[in-house]
């Protein structure tokens, strides 16, 4: 079922969006496992929600993940308003409010669900976008698993950062490095070995020093940047299919810590109290005179 919706970013700005969400006839289930957000390509060069790799990804998502997705056009594509950014920050913020406006809207459908993953996908500058983004607390806590998201970057355009950011590519660096050191989420990356942008030797030498137990790595022979042949799009849809959901995070949340920490506070205070009313208790009985059997 498909539902055409503006996502409002601010008084001037609302973006044209599609919700997609599973038919419950299949796999017999009654509401979405998860909720997953799909950017474009960059607007300025044709990037659209029915660009055919990010209908291919919604379509997987939704059928065979069974998970309900959003797709939207950034400002300035489509029906969208407002106007492109030439370093992506704009558009980086608009996906975090179409993160965070999904979210709500998912709680308020689906309000009987519990445990739903989110997977965050972007292509090519979407994968930009996509990275800075992070799923927020939520007024609903366990509508959400505890699992981290799942970000799937595909054609990450590492070869034109410079150009798609305006000399300001620190900014997605650093917000890609966050994800893998501090482990809150799992990142998937999909490239071709031939993309058009990103020479395979930069895809290497670039991912070399990101090794982590956070990161997987799909490198898809002969397809390039626009994943042209039906047999490379193939591929690339079989690895979102088969993507693993990052494991349940170790320790203790920020509740359960708080909890423990109170906890550990009333049992100190509680045994001051004691020591108090055992010295005073032993205070007051006399102590036997020298000499006394």
Request: proline share 4%; with cysteine; hydrophobic share 40%.
């Amino acid at each position: 079922m498909e539902e055409s919706v503006f996502v409002p970013v601010s008084d001037s700005v609302q973006l044209e969006a599609r919700i997609y969400n599973p038919s419950t006839s299949l796999a017999g289930s009654p509401a979405p496992r998860g909720l997953a957000i799909v950017a474009h390509p960059y607007g300025s060069l044709g990037g659209c929600f029915d660009d055919h790799v990010v209908c291919a990804l919604a379509e997987v998502l939704l059928v065979k993940r069974q998970f309900q997705v959003v797709t939207f056009n950034s400002r300035g594509v489509g029906q969208s308003t407002g106007r492109a950014s030439w370093t992506g920050a704009s558009e980086s913020d608009d996906y975090q409010h179409v993160l965070d406006w999904s979210m709500c809207n998912f709680e308020e459908q689906h309000s009987s669900v519990r445990g739903a993953s989110i997977v965050l996908c972007g292509y090519s500058a979407g994968s930009l976008y996509c990275s800075t983004s992070k799923a927020k607390a939520s007024g609903s806590p366990s509508t959400w698993s505890t699992r981290p998201p799942l970000y799937v970057l595909v054609s990450y355009p590492r070869g034109v950062l410079w150009v798609l950011s305006l000399f300001q590519s620190a900014r997605y660096n650093k917000a890609l490095n966050n994800l893998l050191v501090e482990g809150q989420a799992g990142v998937l990356l999909v490239y071709g070995t031939k993309d058009d942008f990103t020479s395979r030797k930069t895809y290497e030498s670039w991912i070399g020093p990101l090794q982590s137990s956070q990161l997987s790595v799909e490198a898809i022979e002969d397809a390039d940047h626009f994943w042209r042949t039906r047999a490379s799009l193939k591929k690339l849809v079989d690895c979102v299919e088969g993507a693993d959901l990052p494991q349940a995070a170790q320790g203790l949340s920020k509740v359960e810590v708080a909890e423990v920490t109170a906890l550990l506070q009333l049992l100190a205070t509680v045994e001051i109290s004691l020591a108090r009313s055992l010295s005073f208790f032993t205070l007051a009985i006399p102590s036997p005179s020298i000499g006394q059997a």
